[in-house]
């Protein structure tokens, strides 16, 4: 299976960005994603993660109020909508599909004034 991340970028704080994970290679609506992100100097931490059954959601505390995590399977897309960005913020955002090493090649997200 493969995962493609896109949308990151470089952002003031308070802005928004939608990341999207294509995925490809495997059944999508059966399989559970997460989003993770590492900071430079630091280690991967979870973020976000959907179940197959999408009302199914889990967010670690900084992400809580702020990002959403969603999936379309008619696309094999899962995103991660990023809202009142700051700049601890900052780091490469990974998808990673659950249960499998499978994981995308990452997306810069960069938060400063």
């Known amino acids: 299976g493969q995962l493609v991340e896109s949308g990151g970028g470089s952002v003031q704080p308070g802005d928004s960005l939608r990341l999207s994970c294509v995925a490809a290679g495997f059944p999508f609506s059966g399989a559970a994603f997460s989003w993770y992100r590492q900071a430079p100097g630091k280690e991967r931490e979870h973020v976000a993660t959907?179940?197959?059954?999408?009302?199914?959601?889990e967010y670690s505390d900084s992400a809580k109020g702020r990002f959403t995590i969603s999936r379309d399977n008619r696309k094999s897309t899962v995103y991660l909508q990023l809202t009142d960005l700051q700049p601890e913020d900052t780091g490469v955002y990974y998808c990673?599909?659950?249960?499998?090493?499978?994981w995308g090649q990452g997306t810069q997200v960069t938060v400063s004034s």
């Open positions: 990673h599909r659950l249960n499998y090493d499978t």
């Open positions: 959907i179940y197959s059954t999408a009302t199914l959601t």
